[in-house]
């Protein structure tokens, strides 16, 4: 399964998707990444075991994101591979979901409180 | 680096989505056969996973199974993706660059197709030739 939910101390939830993430890999974590978007408030994003991801992974991340945004929440990317982040940025999705590098910088994006 | 033409691979699928999801491992396959750097390959499959869903979800009516036929060449340090599909003509080129959304709330999943074309590929071609829509992209490497 290329997605793995974890819900952490202060409310936040890592998600950590996995391997491919093309149109079968897209297909497993959309339900998922909806009920993230649904039902959680401070996400990260995990990207960095993510090998491929192009159009239809992004739109799953980017629905989930919106989702979660509209409710007042916050979501952050955390580390994508070269090529994935080359995807993301070429689409300008990062402007719109901050992307980071750092897993204490990640958690302090989306729930202060932790820091 | 001119080398000796190889003949093209082809890959002929259906719009259902089993189907589709062939593309990667025979691009993978392609790939390797042509020697393709790992780079140019990726750009190759993010760009076939855009160009081939767009005909799978707009070039059929809904419902309906439709062919799509994918072909990859290489030579002289340029490897070229053409995809047709037998749907309306519908060139790809001739469409704008749709603006960035200014905020998350504002952003449509998808409709990155032309900004991806536009970065991963050095020249890209349309053809409605035999009633169907051919679009050929290259890269070099």
């Known amino acids: 399964m290329p997605i793995v939910i974890e819900d952490l101390d202060g409310g936040v939830t890592k998600v950590i998707l996995s391997g491919r993430i093309d149109i079968a890999g897209a297909a497993e974590i959309d339900m998922p990444m909806s009920i993230v978007g649904g039902s959680r408030r401070a996400v990260v994003v995990d990207l960095s075991g993510v090998d491929f991801m192009a159009s239809l992974g992004l739109r799953s991340v980017v629905l989930s994101g919106k989702a979660i945004m509209n409710k007042g929440g916050k979501v952050v990317l955390l580390s994508p591979q070269p090529g994935v982040l080359e995807v993301i940025t070429t689409s300008g999705i990062d402007e719109l979901i901050p992307v980071y590098d750092d897993l204490v910088a990640a958690l302090a994006a989306v729930s202060p409180s932790l820091v | ?141």
């Open chain 2, 1 to 141: 680096m001119a080398g000796p033409e190889r003949a093209p691979e082809t890959l002929r699928i259906t719009t259902e989505l089993a189907d589709l999801a062939r593309l990667y491992p025979w691009l993978d396959e392609a790939g390797a056969r042509f020697s393709l750097p790992k780079k140019v390959l990726h750009a190759m499959q993010v760009v076939a996973e855009e160009v081939v869903m767009n005909a799978a979800m707009h070039a059929y009516a809904p419902g309906s199974r439709g062919e799509i036929t994918v072909r990859v060449s290489a030579q002289d340090g340029v490897a070229a993706l053409v995809v047709e599909d037998a749907g309306p003509a519908f060139d790809p080129v001739a469409a704008a660059v749709k603006p960035p959304a200014k905020t998350l709330a504002e952003a449509k999943p998808g409709g990155h197709g032309l900004r991806f074309l536009k970065h991963y590929c050095q020249d890209i071609s349309y053809l409605r030739t035999h009633d169907l829509n051919q679009l050929t992209l290259r890269f070099p490497y």
